[in-house]
Each structure stands twice: as C-alpha cells, then as structure tokens.
C-alpha cells in the first residue's frame, strides 16, 4: 500500500541503484527502485538464477527482556514464545475485531530478545501497538528501522552466492532460520526466508554497510546470472507463489480465515492474546468470501479492483485483489475473494475488465511451487 510523501525517504543503496540505470517509485514513503530495465528479465532471473533486492523499507522492531515471549503470545495471534532460538515464524497481528493490521515475521535472536519485521507501509502503527500491547510484561520494545539495512538474494543459484562469502554454513541454514556472523566481513544477521517463492536468503547489515555487502553479493553472483531485481518483479514473483500482500490480500477488514492463513492462528492460548474472541467466533462462523486463486482464458490481465461475476446469475460476487500477466505460467492470473461456495477449483467465473466480461478459472494456490 503506497503513502505518497513530499519527501521520499532514500535507502542507503538508493546512488547504487541510480547508477544501474534503476527506475524508481514512491513506495510507503520511501524512494523505491522499481526496475532496472525488464521487469520480466528480473523475474525470470530469480525463478533460474538469483535476484538482489533492497528491502531497507522494511521495518523492525526489537523487544528484549524476560518477559517478551509472553508479551508477543499477548501481542500476536500465533505463540512467539514457542519459537526456538534462531527460528523465525510467519505471524500476525489483529484488532479486537480481528481484522488484520500487519501481517509479520518473528525471528527468536535469543532467549529474551526478538526481532519482529513489518511491512514499510505499516511500521508507523505497527511499532506503538506493541509498545502499548507490551505494557505490564518485564520487555523493551523499540522501533530500530533505522538501524538496519536489508538486502535479499533470492533464486536457486543463492545459496552457492552467499556460500563464497560467509563462516556460516549456508546449505544446513534450515527455512525461516536466521544466524549471526559475516558476509564479505561485514557482520550481519543472515536469514533462509523470502517472498519469491524460491530459496533465498535475507542479509541484515548496518546501513553504513550495505553498499559494501551489495557490492560483495553482486560480484559474487556474476557467474550464476544474478541481476539487481525491483519492486515490480518482487510483487509478480509473490503473486505466482501465492504469497498475499498487505493492502491487497491483507487489510483491516480481512481476518486470517478469509485468507486462508487460520493456521497461524493459535486460539488455546490460555494467556489469551488481542483479537481471540473475534476470532474464535469467526472460525466457528466460517468466512463468508475465501482467496482463491483465478487464470484467466483470454490475454488481458485482471487487475487489483476488478469485479469478479458469476456468469450463471451475472451478478458480481467478488473483487480480484492482484493481478498481472505471469512470466512462468506465461497466462493472466489473480487472486480474488470469492463466496466459498464458487471456490471449488475448476469453477469458471468471468472478470470484469472495465465492462468486457473476460473467463477465468478458478485454480488452488499457489501458482506456482519451486520443485527442490
């Protein structure tokens, strides 16, 4: 979800990207690349080789202290606390009402001290909400956004990249693990997690450090054919891989149910935690519209806003939430809620593309699933 500002904040790699010719976008505030030239050369790199992203919009939020698994079980609908030391989780966190206000990642530093990644256009709400969810437990909770820069290599090719550079054993980095140590000597904290939907990594430097460990990443990668990668790839390569985004998928009015993520919900925490009551009901319930994924018949693309129709009643029962041509499955594709009774794969709907009704079928997620 893009906040248009007067004064885009730069990321500290922002003359790198310039000088590769990037193009770039206002993104949450900040000054985004975008492209560097083919969006679909940099999605396609990333689904054979490797892809370097800037993620410096991202924001983190650290809580130290006895008590801070306790205060996130509080905080968030899944269990921190549970995490082991160096793991990570996918979580989130919810209103009384159980809609979603930012959907997270948990990573476990220590025994008393935990990192908690948020989306850019959510930080600024995100970071007080667990000041204020953590009062009364024995915990700091600080927004320390500007202390860390964050690179991402994503791609089959990316644990032999970073292998070259690091003490750390890269291959047995176990999926949503994070470790300290160094990447071209420069300490950082290194984590097997993405939003691609390939194997990839995510490189936590200081920002005085991040030309430096781009500079290192991206001599590194030469030989296996990694490109600096932009926004607009990372949202088609999310998309194949069915990966919801904040704004789109994900929005105040959503609960994870709708979303078909009930399964980061833990409601038999016995502390309770924010949201439990709204939720439970909402299990027991059962959602009245559910993601689908949709392939379009035609060549134009649904996009984020388009209704969805039922073409046995012509009446609209939807709304597509993304949209775009997919490079790999080379076919227009979306997710859209839809009722759940015309969720069932096979189920041919049409899409309203500014007034032309164009078919489109209704297909499990994700679209796409890397084999190894």
């Known amino acids: 979800m893009t906040t248009p500002?007067?004064?885009?904040?730069?990321?500290?790699?922002?003359?790198?990207?310039?000088?590769?010719?990037?193009?770039?976008?206002?993104?949450?505030?900040?000054?985004?690349?975008?492209?560097?030239?083919?969006?679909?050369?940099?999605?396609?790199?990333?689904?054979?080789?490797?892809?370097?992203?800037?993620?410096?919009?991202?924001?983190?939020?650290?809580?130290?202290?006895?008590?801070?698994?306790?205060?996130?079980?509080?905080?968030?609908?899944?269990?921190?606390?549970?995490?082991?030391?160096?793991?990570?989780?996918?979580?989130?966190?919810?209103?009384?009402?159980?809609?979603?206000?930012?959907?997270?990642?948990?990573?476990?530093?220590?025994?008393?001290?935990?990192?908690?990644?948020?989306?850019?256009?959510?930080?600024?709400?995100?970071?007080?909400?667990?000041?204020?969810?953590?009062?009364?437990?024995?915990?700091?909770?600080?927004?320390?956004?500007?202390?860390?820069?964050l690179i991402a290599v994503q791609g089959p090719a990316s644990a032999e990249i970073l292998a070259g550079l690091t003490e750390l054993d890269v291959p047995s980095l176990k999926y949503y693990a994070i470790d300290a140590g160094t990447v071209a000597g420069i300490d950082v904290l290194l984590a097997r997690t993405g939003y691609t939907g390939e194997d990839g990594f995510e490189v936590y430097c200081r920002p005085a450090d991040a030309a430096a460990v781009w500079d290192a990443l991206s001599k590194a990668g030469q030989a296996h054919g990694l490109v600096p990668a932009g926004l607009a790839c990372r949202d088609t390569l999310r998309l194949e891989a069915g990966m919801p985004l904040y704004g789109h998928e994900l929005d105040r009015e959503t609960t994870p149910y709708e979303a078909n993520l009930g399964r980061v919900v833990v409601l038999d925490k016995p502390e309770g935690f924010i949201g439990q009551a709204a939720l439970a009901k909402r299990k027991e319930q059962g959602p009245q519209r559910t993601l689908v994924g949709l392939v379009s018949t035609g060549r134009r693309s649904p996009r984020a806003g388009y209704p969805v129709v039922d073409p046995a009643t012509g009446a609209e029962v939807g709304v597509v939430t993304s949209g775009s041509p997919s490079p790999t499955l080379e076919k227009p594709i979306a997710m859209a809620y839809v009722p759940p009774a015309l969720a069932t794969p096979g189920t041919r709907l049409q899409v309203s593309l500014r007034g032309t009704l164009e078919d489109a079928d209704v297909v499990e997620l994700p679209f796409y699933k890397r084999t190894s």
């Open 5 to 149: 500002s007067a004064t885009p904040r730069l990321t500290p790699l922002h003359d790198v990207h310039a000088a590769l010719g990037a193009s770039f976008t206002d993104f949450a505030g900040w000054q985004m690349p975008v492209r560097y030239g083919s969006e679909t050369a940099e999605h396609r790199a990333v689904r054979t080789a490797a892809g370097l992203f800037d993620l410096t919009h991202m924001g983190e939020i650290e809580l130290v202290g006895p008590g801070a698994g306790a205060a996130l079980d509080h905080a968030l609908v899944g269990r921190p606390s549970a995490i082991g030391v160096g793991r990570a989780r996918y979580s989130m966190i919810c209103a009384e009402d159980g809609g979603i206000i930012d959907d997270l990642v948990v990573y476990r530093l220590a025994e008393e001290h935990y990192l908690v990644v948020a989306n850019a256009s959510n930080v600024a709400v995100v970071a007080p909400e667990l000041v204020a969810r953590a009062e009364g437990y024995d915990v700091s909770v600080t927004d320390t956004s500007a202390d860390w820069a």
